[in-house]
């Protein structure tokens, strides 16, 4: 009988499928500089896709294989976002710094949040995160002072990285950025993967196919929630640091719940139960919300329209119904 | 002392006494089975067992310790494996995979980022070994979704077995079985008991099974005790033919 | 200083009754389907222009009632066709449906009447100033809280009384068991669609007569309408009317001293009840929890 890509996530194949189709990924984009200005997109529009389908795979890791809705990840990408912009301002001239710590101030906020509400279940759950979102967006749009408010934060710019006598211009060099956001990208997909792949990714997807079943296996499902929680904060925050470091400017419209719909949408489009599907989707997105949103000005009902035909037509997304995978 | 000892529970929901003051002592290998009409409340004290919900009064002990407030989850760490009258199995996943995420769970190994090669082969020889104890060798790689109804129980029978559980309750194990899947179960579950050694608590339905298999019985009514005692007793205690095995298949 | 109190108290009963309203709907809606219905609040906009609509054929007393009941008409056919599909699925596409339909109604909304402010008019006969002193004691205002009071009593006799009324509250409870009577759940599921959208939009008609009509009207209600679900408990519907009217008027008292911290008194409160009572002050333990 055939196997589902859901037990493929059990063995020691990696969870993105064959090599093959990994290192297409790869080369896909390694490659971003070379062949995308050639359809007539631009670099910076990849960037931000990186860095949207970091967030979508980060929310991913909690939706897709955990098994748990949140409505509110906007939250942890504005967290990492301002952490990052206000560590640049304030506190260091260093990119990586800036990085680690708009990603420290995701997590932490995640952690403490995941921790408050890990005891409810399903919709109510959902209902709570959104509501932290929608906090964490009052706090960027009134504290003038510290988060520039209605404004947002600005006066921080990337720094070059120095390593030894060598200097990464990713400051000037908008190729040069790309791909440092790309390794980024690497490292952290690199650690999601090697999650999944290990008992404990097996456990959240135990958690995710019979939480009760779960439960009784001694598993302690609220727990490993809230873990998943916070390691998915940890994604979506590293995400939102890289995305302020693009135009230099952390937006507090990126904590509204507009946001992290569209996160959610993302992670659907590309296919839920997939590894790198939240990617595919989150490339579709942006790509789709640029085009439209240059050629309508009804731009807002097509993409209420995406959302609607996606959840009623492609429920499984792109790479679902590719691989065949269950809902 | 007893294995696992009920004192006096009852648990009320609102003015519905589900479960009226019921007793129990299992000592160590026993085979005991809880039978009883239907809305007699033995899911209800199977659930009170394995915590549920906490007892409206009364007492649960294991090994002697208190464990009335413990959560599910501690309960099951501390050997108290269950089964469901639905089966709850992960039902796309593999039998191998799933008795794995019981064998990497029963090992303590569910948080791990990584583990090494020597403990990855030690948890592939413990999910073999589940696999033979419980005749599902040929069906190890097909998804539990698809198996047959026995197939499925045993299945949720490995993965508790992986637990190396004190004490096992069965709840309706041949629930919804022919004539085969049933004696598949009852023959797998007497293996457990005979010669694994395993404690059992089962609530069944089909009498066969029960008098077969079950060192004593005890009989609940309308969440009362309403016997209890050898096969022997209770199939003669008339007070228990008139509420029950009258009516029974 | 007396008259700020009262006037700011005033205006927090006030906003706190629309949060009642709009959070009454949103938790029909979600107790008995388990949908968050994301565009709650623009159904409201669609209600209030509905009623800028009908009003100068049929004058506003008629679009008071006719509107809203259009609009529940619309919520109660969506239901029928895009949302019933999504019942059996996981939670996630019935919330990323009503997303969709919230930016759609939105759109449609400014594309049709522009996204410019809109005035309701209001017959002059409740548009009155009643007393000088208390100058915020206005006709109108009186009338809102009038007619919501009115509606939310209408609500809870429906629920409490009528048989339909105890369908869906037994339905909120234990749906299978409801089916299991014979009862047509599917028709219960869109009856109970259509009459949270229906009281969405009779906020919406009174909204506007109060601040105008513009797309985006709802959008300030529907977090706070969360939050009084959340505040009151889930399940709970007297919670829900709780919860709402003590965010409002602890907003409303907050103006008082601290004019920019209204919105934030509002989250403070969710925090505290999720630290001290998480299943929130009416609900009960093991609903949706």
């Given at each position: 009988m055939s196997t589902t890509t859901v037990s493929e996530a059990f063995h020691r194949r990696p969870t993105y499928g064959n090599w093959l189709s990994v290192a297409l990924v790869w080369a896909v984009l390694l490659a971003v500089p070379v062949w995308l200005p050639a359809i007539g997109g631009y670099t910076s529009l990849a960037t931000r896709i990186l860095a949207f389908g970091l967030a979508a795979m980060g929310l991913n890791f909690l939706l897709g294989f955990t098994g748990v809705m949140s409505f509110g990840h906007a939250a942890y990408f504005g967290l990492g976002a301002y952490g990052c912009g206000l560590t640049l301002k304030y506190l260091a001239n260093s990119t990586p710094l800036a990085v680690l710590i708009g990603a420290l101030v995701g997590t932490l906020g995640g952690a403490l949040f995941g921790a408050l509400i890990v005891r409810r279940k399903g919709v109510y759950f959902a209902m709570l995160t959104i509501a932290f979102g929608q906090i964490c967006y009052y706090i960027a749009y009134t504290w003038n002072d510290f988060t520039g408010g209605y404004d947002g934060l600005r006066g921080f710019v990337r720094q070059p990285i120095?390593?030894?006598?060598?200097?990464?211009?990713?400051q000037n060099n908008m190729i040069l950025f790309y791909y440092f956001v790309l390794a980024t990208f690497a490292v952290c997909v690199g650690l999601m993967a090697l999650l999944l792949r290990a008992p404990f990714g097996r456990t959240l997807i135990a958690i995710r196919e019979n939480q009760r079943r779960a439960r009784f296996l001694g598993i302690p499902v609220e727990f490993h929630v809230w873990?998943?929680?916070?390691?998915s904060a940890f994604f979506t925050s590293v995400a939102g640091a890289l995305y302020a470091l693009v135009n230099n400017f952390a937006d507090p419209t990126t904590l509204n719940y507009v946001i992290s719909g569209d996160i959610v949408i993302m992670a659907v489009l590309g296919g839920m139960r997939s590894f790198w599907g939240p990617?595919?989707?989150?490339a579709m997105f942006v790509a789709l919300q640029d085009y439209i949103s240059s050629e309508t000005v009804n731009w807002m009902s097509f993409i209420g329209l995406i959302f609607v035909v996606v959840v009623l037509f492609f429920p499984r997304g792109v790479l679902g119904y590719l691989r065949r995978l269950p809902l | 002392m007893s294995l696992l000892e009920v004192r006096g529970v009852t648990k009320a929901f609102g003015s519905l006494v589900a479960v009226d003051s019921v007793s129990l002592a299992v000592d160590g290998g026993e085979l005991r089975?809880?039978?009883?009409?239907?809305?007699?409340?033995?899911?209800?004290?199977?659930?009170?067992?394995?915590?549920?919900?906490p007892p409206t009064s009364g007492q649960i002990l294991l090994d002697g310790r208190d464990i009335t407030r413990a959560n599910a989850t501690r309960r099951v760490q501390m050997g108290l494996a269950r089964t469901f009258q639905v089966t709850e199995i992960f039902p796309e996943l593999t039998v191998r995979e799933n008795v794995q995420v019981a064998v990497e769970a029963a090992t303590g190994f569910r948080l791990r980022p990584w583990i090494s090669r020597a403990e990855?082969?030690?948890?592939?020889?413990?999910?073999?070994?589940?696999?033979?104890?419980?005749?599902?060798?040929?069906?190890?790689?097909?998804?539990?979704?698809?198996?047959s109804h026995g197939d499925q129980r045993a299945a949720e029978i490995a993965m508790t077995l992986a637990l190396r559980p004190r004490i096992l309750l069965l709840d309706e194990p041949t629930a919804g079985m022919g004539e085969q899947e049933t004696y598949q179960i009852a023959g797998l579950i007497r293996r457990l008991h005979k010669q694994s050694h395993y404690t059992v608590v089962l609530i069944e339905h089909d009498m066969r099974v029960v008098f077969n298999l079950a060192d004593r019985i005890m009989v609940l009514d309308q969440g009362r005790p309403l016997a209890e005692g050898t096969p022997a007793e209770i199939a003669a205690d008339p007070a228990v033919q008139a509420a029950y095995l009258g009516k029974a298949e | 200083?007396?008259?700020?109190?009262?006037?700011?108290?005033?205006?927090?009963?006030?906003?706190?009754?629309?949060?009642?309203l709009m959070a009454l709907g949103l938790a029909m809606i979600l107790n008995l389907s388990g949908v968050i219905n994301f565009a709650h609040g623009n159904f409201l906009a669609l209600g209030g222009y509905f009623a800028f609509l009908l009003v100068p054929y049929i004058g506003f007393w008629a679009a008071l009632v006719a509107s809203p009941l259009i609009v529940g008409v619309i919520g109660l056919i969506l239901e029928r066709t895009i949302i019933r599909p999504l019942y059996p699925r996981d939670p996630v596409y019935s919330l990323l449906l009503t997303f969709g339909l919230a930016f759609i109604i939105q759109d449609l909304c400014r594309t049709a009447w522009g996204p410019n402010a809109l005035p309701l008019t209001v017959p002059a006969s409740i548009n009155q100033p009643i007393s000088t002193e208390f100058f915020f004691l206005t006709g109108y205002r009186l009338f809102i809280i009038g007619i919501v009071i009115l509606a939310v009593v209408a609500l809870f006799l429906f629920l409490r009384h009528s048989r339909m009324g105890m369908r869906i509250r037994a339905g909120t409870l234990d749906l299978e068991t409801v089916a299991a009577l014979g009862i047509n759940v599917?028709?219960?599921?869109?009856?109970?669609?259509?009459?949270?959208?229906?009281?969405?939009?009779?906020?919406?008609?009174?909204?506007?007569?109060?601040?105008?009509?513009n797309p985006n009207m709802g959008d300030d209600l529907l977090m706070p309408a969360f939050i009084a679900i959340i505040v009151g408990g889930v399940g709970s519907m007297v919670g829900t009317l709780l919860g709402g009217l003590i965010i409002g008027v602890a907003a409303g008292v907050t103006t008082v001293?601290?004019?920019?911290?209204?919105?934030?008194?509002i989250y403070l409160i969710m925090i505290l009840v999720l630290l001290l009572r998480p299943r929130g002050l009416l609900g009960e333990e093991g609903m949706m929890t």
């Open positions: 120095s390593i030894g006598p060598l200097v990464i211009d990713i873990l998943s929680f916070t390691i990617l595919i989707g989150a | 089975a809880i039978i009883g009409p239907n809305g007699a409340g033995k899911t209800t004290f199977f659930n009170l067992i394995t915590g549920f919900f990855a082969a030690r948890v592939r020889d413990r999910i073999d070994e589940l696999i033979v104890a419980t005749g599902l060798t040929a069906q190890a790689q097909r998804l539990v979704g698809e198996l | 200083m007396l008259t700020l109190v009262l006037f700011n108290v005033f205006n927090g009963v006030i906003v706190g009754l629309f949060y009642v599917r028709l219960l599921r869109s009856f109970n669609f259509g009459l949270g959208i229906f009281l969405a939009g009779l906020a919406g008609v009174l909204a506007g007569g109060q601040i105008g009509l001293f601290y004019p920019s911290g209204s919105e934030v008194v």
